[in-house]
């Protein structure tokens, strides 16, 4: 069985309307242990002969078998392994990663090939020695000579063995005395048992080899032996290097090789990596900063209200947790003075209103009157725009006076009538107008002020409690006890209190100026929340920023992709390669703009001891997964754009 086998293999390029048929019903045999060299004027067909005999290419027609698999019945993975652990690649301009050092660039082959780190390194220091590069091993491309760069690529072909070396025009770019120098290696190569399939247009190169195939215009124009029969096998593979197939490997290795490369990749590209990391670090520094500062400014206000009402419990009727339609009791005169005779409490304040029916005349309505003190009507913020307040005297006296807003006056008296010193009766009992107040707004659940509808009147609170018949209920009660006490404890005991009153029934609520509180720390968490919503918008755009620097990358670097896929590596790999290159651009980023809120919490925390702002672990977690999402969300596409890539489209660009 031929090592390479050609049937009736046809090339045909299509690039829009145009049409190149390259290859045009070839029909070739190559035996192991050959070393045949293609010759043939520029355009006639080598390279692409080259490409297809190297599996970089597939055939349009015919067939073609390499150690009897039919390339196109092999998946595009099974290809690159072909090349890997089979080929091995020395172009005209070496093709070599200009990032790379000598030794790196050699291993490269046997990194996809899943050979582990320290047998790699000692196989390509073992052959850049054999080779005469023994000091070079860590000079970069660009610190090497032509022939010295050639070299390295042919080092870097034998690394998985190379069973077959495919070099194009290998001398194309050489002086005669390298390229010389090079001829005798491939000959020396060929003795030791390697196949050697060499192109060029030079007669004198071409000789050096046992066999001439030539070309013109994509047939072949004559195959014939230089010196030898046709075929002769030579020994296989005596003194080469054992050829690296895919062992079995740590899952973790080809992650681990990425991450290297990576990182070298972007170490390559300092300046711009830095730059598209800053978009992620600032996305990530303002969500980090404003969930702090939205964190820290609801711990400020939970504790200065807590300051605010520590020496003060509201009571209030009812209890949004019970079940509605669910009996009511009213606090009563006997649940205050219960109340007052708990230790600690300094006072309790009831606060009287209740609904009573108004009548004047022939008019009536009922009205909400409410109990008072002198300058209550001030502090609800409502003017009085006739008449009097509530005033002392009138407390003492428990007088029968009464202030109506304006809504009760309209209830009870015509426009044009005065209503101040007239009487009315509220309950069962007259009243005499001492003044008129506008009406209070009430807020509805959208906090919209509107007027209430019904009428409120004020009575002097002595009054209230002891002369109205409402049966002495109250809306709530303010209970005030030492500042000592501890609100969670006095709390609990009026509560227990409350509930051995009421029949176990928990119908009232208690409140230090939690509701505010809430209202407010909830109203901050949304504040907060769009903020932060902003700021991610920001870390978005900083995605944009590095897929579309990666676009760049995959597109500056489709030479690089050429070279990994010749030397086999899998599409994945690439792949691999390219997200975590964006992955690792945005945790850097990420990780960069942590520094800065980390920073300004440090100084806070400093200055404004009182105000506690840091950077948790979880917002480091958090940012991290974020950061990493995104690269993954923003590297999908330059990754995949860059593994869908043909190798010799890649190799072809310049
Ligand atoms: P050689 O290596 O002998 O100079 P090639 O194999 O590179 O020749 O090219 C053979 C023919 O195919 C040329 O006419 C060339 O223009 C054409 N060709 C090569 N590659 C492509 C391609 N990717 N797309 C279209 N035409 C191509
Ligand atoms: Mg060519």
Same mark, same amino acid.
């Given at each position: 069985m031929p090592l390479i086998a050609l049937e009736h293999v046809s090339r045909l390029y299509t690039s829009g309307a145009t049409e190149v048929l390259a290859l045009d019903d070839v029909s070739l045999h190559i035996e192991a242990g050959e070393m045949v060299a293609i010759m043939g004027a520029s355009g006639s067909g080598k390279s692409t002969l080259m490409n297809l005999l190297g599996c970089l290419d597939k055939p349009t027609d015919g067939r073609l078998l390499v150690d009897g698999k039919n390339l196109s019945e092999l998946s595009s993975d099974e290809m690159a392994a072909l090349r890997r652990e089979t080929f091995g690649f020395i172009f005209q301009r070496y093709h070599l990663l200009p990032h790379l050092d000598a030794a790196h660039n050699v291993e490269l082959p046997a990194v996809y090939a899943g050979l582990n780190r320290r047998e790699r390194r000692e196989r390509a220091v073992a052959l850049l020695r054999r080779l005469g590069l023994g000091d070079r091993l860590t000079h970069r491309p660009d610190e090497l000579s032509g022939g010295q760069q050639q070299r390295v690529s042919i080092a870097r072909a034998l690394i998985n063995g190379g069973r077959i070396i495919l070099a194009d025009e290998p001398t194309g770019a050489l002086d005669s005395a390298s390229g010389a120098e090079l001829l005798v290696l491939l000959g020396e190569l060929n003795a030791l048992g390697h196949t050697v399939i060499l192109v060029t247009h030079d007669a004198e190169v071409a000789s050096q080899a046992k066999r001439i195939i030539e070309l013109r215009d994509g047939r072949i124009v004559r195959d014939a032996a230089v010196s030898e029969p046709v075929g002769q096998p030579a020994p296989r593979e005596t003194a080469g290097l054992p050829t690296v197939s895919d062992g079995p490997g740590h899952w973790t290795a080809p992650w681990r090789e990425a991450l290297t490369m990576s990182l070298t990749a972007l170490n390559g590209n300092r300046l711009r990596s830095v730059l598209s990391m800053l978009g992620i670090s600032i996305g990530i520094a303002a969500v980090v900063s404003i969930t702090a500062l939205g964190d820290a400014a609801r711990t400020h206000v939970q504790i200065s209200a807590q300051e605010a009402s520590a020496s003060k419990l509201v009571v209030a009727q009812s209890n949004r947790n019970l079940p509605f339609g669910a009996p009511l009791q009213s606090l009563t005169a006997r649940d205050a003075a219960a109340l007052r005779? +708990?230790? =600690?409490? !300094?006072a309790v304040e009831p606060h009287y209103s209740s609904r009573v029916p108004a009548r004047y005349g022939r008019n009536n309505d009922f009205v909400t009157a409410n109990g008072v003190v002198g300058g209550d009507i001030d502090l609800n913020g409502q003017i009085i725009v006739q008449g009097r307040d509530i005033a002392d005297g009138d407390l003492d006296g428990r007088s029968q006076v009464v202030v109506l807003d304006s809504l009760a006056k309209e209830t009870l008296f015509t426009s044009e009538e005065s209503a101040i010193g007239q009487r009315v009766i509220l309950g069962a009992l007259p009243f005499t107008v001492i003044g008129i107040v506008q009406p209070a707004y009430v807020k509805d659940s959208l906090g919209k002020p509107y007027f209430k509808a019904q009428g409120t009147v004020y009575i002097p609170r002595t009054t209230y409690a002891t002369? +109205? %018949? !409402? =049966?002495? %209920? !109250? %809306?709530s009660l303010t209970v005030h006890f030492s500042a000592q006490a501890s609100i969670e404890l006095f709390r609990e005991q009026v509560r227990q209190r409350l509930l051995a009153l009421h029949g176990g029934i928990e119908d009232f609520s208690l409140d230090s100026n939690e509701m505010l509180n809430s209202i407010f720390t909830g109203l901050l968490t949304k504040l907060s929340g769009v903020l932060s919503a902003i700021a991610g918008i920001s870390l978005l755009v900083g995605g944009v920023g590095v897929m579309n620097i990666m676009l760049v990358s995959v597109s500056e670097r489709t030479r690089e992709i050429g070279i990994r896929m010749a030397v086999g590596a899998r599409q994945r790999d690439v792949r691999r390669q390219f997200l975590i290159e964006s992955v690792l651009l945005c945790c850097l980023g990420g990780l960069g703009g942590l520094a800065l809120p980390w920073l300004v919490a440090q100084i806070m925390s400093f200055v404004f001891p009182g105000m506690p702002l840091a950077i948790s672990w979880e917002a480091l977690g958090l940012s991290l997964c974020a950061c990493t999402a995104i690269g993954i969300l923003f590297g999908n596409l330059p990754a995949r754009s860059a593994a869908a890539m043909s190798p010799v489209i890649a190799l072809a660009r310049d």
């Open positions: 005779s +708990l230790p =600690g409490v !300094t002369k +109205l %018949d !409402t =049966g002495q %209920d !109250t %809306d």
